[in-house]
Nanobody
Framework: QVTLVESGGGLVQAGGSLRLSCTAS????????VGWFRQPPGMEREFVAA????????NYADSAKGRFTISRDYAKNTMVLGINNIAPEDTAVYFC?????????????????????WGQGTQVTVSS
């Protein structure tokens, strides 16, 4: 059983940068992909970015390309989502997720149903 814990959320001013971290523990040797999702107020959860846990290949939602960067430190069991030029529309609860299921293509990990483990979420609020 893998446990994920996010950190780094909070109140940030538009135009600034933010770094969200997610630490995994327990059974991490089984992981194949990790990702970030977010849920804006009153909206459904949406995909932000994913990265292969071992090979490091990245995939981004179109809305995340250019301002978001996903990375992972395999040795430290952590992954990071960096957000530059943050905007009010980035206000959301951000969740990290991990999958131990092989689907053969990183593009499959854009769907929340393909993840096995979830963090509790961290709130990001952007003021204009």
């Amino acid at each position: 059983q893998v446990t994920l814990v996010e950190s780094g959320g909070g109140l940030v001013q538009a135009g600034g940068s933010l770094r969200l971290s997610c630490t995994a523990s327990g059974g991490t040797d089984s992981l194949l992909a990790v990702g970030w999702f977010r849920q804006p107020p009153g909206m459904e959860r949406e995909f932000v970015a994913a990265i292969g846990w071992i090979i490091g290949v990245r995939n981004y939602a179109d809305s995340a390309k250019g301002r978001f960067t996903i990375s992972r430190d395999y040795a430290k069991n952590t992954m990071v989502l960096g957000i530059n030029n943050i905007a009010p529309e980035d206000t959301a609860v951000y969740f990290c997720a991990a999958s131990a299921t092989m689907y053969g293509d990183l593009s499959v990990y854009t769907a929340s149903r393909n993840y096995d483990y979830w963090g509790q979420g961290t709130q990001v609020t952007v003021s204009s």
